[in-house]
T-cell receptor
Framework: GAGVSQTPSNKVTEKGKYVELRCDPISGHTALYWYRQSLGQGPEFLIYFQGTGAADDSGLPNDRFFAVRPEGSVSTLKIQRTERGDSAVYLC??????????????FGPGTRLTVL | SQQGEEDPQALSIQEGENATMNCSYKTSINNLQWYRQNSGRGLVHLILIRSNEREKHSGRLRVTLDTSKKSSSLLITASRAADTASYFCATGRSGNTPLVFGKGTRLSVIA
């Protein structure tokens, strides 16, 4: 596609509910990243995939967060038992490969998650 | 945790003036990148400078990198109202993944 797309653009949910956030990377990009950005802060790394496998999930805050990329393209970030502190903009990015010092990460528009 | 720290946190200038933003980081890096973000949503990649480079230009943008001081600067020349945005520096460890962002500088360019 033309760029990284994310759906939904906005998600409002109640505390304790389960949510799924979707990311469609640029076609042909093998690396996919999830970041979370709180108000007034820079994005913070959550997890990244090289192909179908999670290469680094050290940024996931706890076991309520999980992400998959079953076919090496679209990825879904899943949050169980949401808490008010999960409210943030969730950003997805993709790059042609991971492991190259010159690969640019291209970001999607983000999903703004609000937990009431 | 965030590695980079941009300075100043906010900057307001008149259209036509130059804007300089600084970034400091803590650990060794493979490269440093600058991004722009409008309205708290998607980030736009501006420029990447590798750890063995000292200066890089792209249009009205000039980036410098001083690895001995663990700092970088972004200069936007002849600013325009459309340059109003938040600017973030992000450092890449080995292999460019994952990026570690600073808190950003909010730039306002007044027409």
């Amino acid at each position: 596609g033309a760029g990284v797309s994310q759906t939904p653009s906005n998600k409002v949910t109640e505390k304790g509910k389960y949510v799924e956030l979707r990311c469609d990377p640029i076609s042909g990009h093998t690396a996919l990243y999830w970041y979370r950005q709180s108000l007034g802060q820079g994005p913070e790394f959550l997890i990244y995939f090289q192909g179908t496998g999670a290469a680094d999930d050290s940024g996931l805050p706890n076991d309520r967060f999980f992400a998959v990329r079953p076919e090496g393209s679209v990825s879904t970030l899943k949050i169980q038992r949401t808490e008010r502190g999960d409210s943030a903009v969730y950003l997805c990015a993709s790059s042609l490969t991971a492991g190259s010092s010159t690969d640019t990460q291209y970001f999607g528009p983000g999903t703004r998650l609000t937990v009431l | 945790s965030q590695q980079g720290e941009e300075d100043p946190q906010a900057l307001s200038i008149q259209e036509g003036e130059n804007a300089t933003m600084n970034c400091s980081y803590k650990t060794s890096i493979n490269n440093l990148q600058w991004y722009r973000q409008n309205s708290g949503r998607g980030l736009v990649h501006l420029i990447l400078i590798r750890s063995n480079e000292r200066e890089k230009h792209s249009g009205r943008l000039r980036v410098t990198l001083d690895t001995s001081k663990k700092s970088s600067s972004l200069l936007i020349t002849a600013s325009r109202a459309a340059d109003t945005a938040s600017y973030f520096c992000a450092t890449g460890r080995s292999g460019n993944t994952p990026l570690v962002f600073g808190k950003g500088t909010r730039l306002s360019v007044i027409a």
